[in-house]
């Protein structure tokens, strides 16, 4: 592009709209300042390059910022001109405006972010199961390592019944680098199996998942299996010793009514669950 006249009072300009750029630079040749007849005096007719960030409109249009995010001028007179304008952000648009008056613009490049290596995200153990009786919690944790991140680590827990919870919802790039622990508690309120799982995300990275497994564990005598070792466990321990217990109960009673733990449930057992009810034994 170029603008050879030496009595040229209005730039020639050109304009591009770019992004995924870091960095900006023109080179051209700057003519005389003046004329022979001195018709503009000594004034000053500069190369320049202007740099406008512009914002993505949800109906795909463009709006242009009026305020300068980065400008260099060369006023020179018969020289090369070389101008530079770094610290551009690569997911932002800009609008890019070179203007000469007198010379010519011989190249504008556009600087792009050097390719860098896909995030790597490990996690170990991936698969945790934890123990605990009802209102009480049980702890364990497991180690988060991550190269190459381009933002933060997010921990995203899943889990339909709220039994599960981990001490952090986010891993930064550094923590990630050095390995970040994790901890996840396991606080059940009624009886049963739980499962839940951690994801870990991250941008340009494959999703990391950690399976949670959480088991209710029972003290022995509570043989209905509510969290609580009362009457209501002697009674149904005294049922399935004379056969009167639901099917259903069998495992439950089996299990945890089997005090003296010589393999067979009977009324030395029910003697057993009695005196823990009445605080007379701890034996579990």
């Given at each position: 592009m170029g603008?050879?006249?030496?009595?040229?009072?209005?730039?020639?300009?050109?304009?591009?709209?770019?992004?995924?750029?870091?960095?900006?630079?023109?080179?051209?040749l700057n003519g005389s300042k003046t004329t022979t007849s001195g018709l503009f005096g000594s004034s000053s007719y500069p190369t320049y390059l202007e740099i406008y960030e512009c914002t993505r409109n949800a109906d795909g249009s463009l709006t242009?910022?009026?305020?300068?995010?980065?400008?260099?001028?060369?006023d020179t007179t018969n020289a090369s001109v070389n101008l530079f304008i770094a610290s551009l952000h690569a997911s932002k648009i800009y609008?890019?405006?070179?203007?000469?008056?007198?010379?010519?613009l011989y190249e504008i490049a556009f600087q792009t972010p050097l390719p860098t290596a896909d995030p790597l995200v490990d996690a170990t153990p991936t698969e945790l199961s934890l123990l605990s009786r009802i209102g009480s919690t049980d702890e364990a944790t497991f180690q988060v390592t991550a190269t190459?991140?381009?933002?933060h680590l997010t921990v995203t827990l899943t889990d339909?019944?709220?039994?599960?919870?981990?001490?952090?919802?986010?891993?930064?790039?550094?923590?990630?680098?050095?390995?970040?622990?994790?901890?996840v508690s396991f606080s059940p309120t009624t009886g049963g199996t739980y499962t839940g799982t951690i994801t870990?995300?991250?941008?340009?990275?494959?999703?990391?998942?950690?399976?949670?497994?959480?088991?209710?564990?029972?003290?022995?005598?509570?043989?209905?299996?509510?969290?609580?070792?009362?009457?209501?466990?002697?009674?149904?321990?005294?049922?399935?010793?004379?056969?009167?217990?639901?099917?259903?109960?069998?495992?439950?009673?089996?299990?945890?009514?089997?005090?003296?733990?010589?393999?067979?449930?009977?009324?030395?057992?029910?003697?057993?669950?009695?005196?823990?009810?009445?605080?007379?034994?701890?034996?579990?």
């Open positions: 603008n050879g006249s030496k009595y040229a009072s209005s730039p020639s300009t050109v304009t591009f709209y770019v992004t995924n750029i870091t960095a900006v630079k023109l080179l051209g242009e910022g009026t305020t300068t995010v980065g400008k260099e001028t060369d609008k890019v405006v070179a203007a000469q008056y007198r010379g010519f190459d991140l381009k933002e339909d019944n709220g039994v599960f919870s981990v001490n952090k919802a986010s891993i930064s790039a550094e923590e990630a680098l050095g390995g970040a622990e994790i901890l870990l995300t991250t941008r340009d990275a494959a999703p990391v998942t950690i399976s949670l497994t959480g088991t209710v564990a029972y003290e022995m005598g509570d043989t209905n299996m509510d969290g609580a070792v009362d009457i209501s466990d002697a009674v149904l321990a005294v049922n399935y010793v004379l056969g009167s217990a639901d099917a259903s109960a069998e495992y439950g009673v089996t299990t945890y009514g089997d005090m003296n733990a010589d393999g067979t449930l009977d009324i030395s057992d029910v003697v057993l669950i009695v005196s823990r009810i009445l605080g007379a034994s701890d034996q579990e």
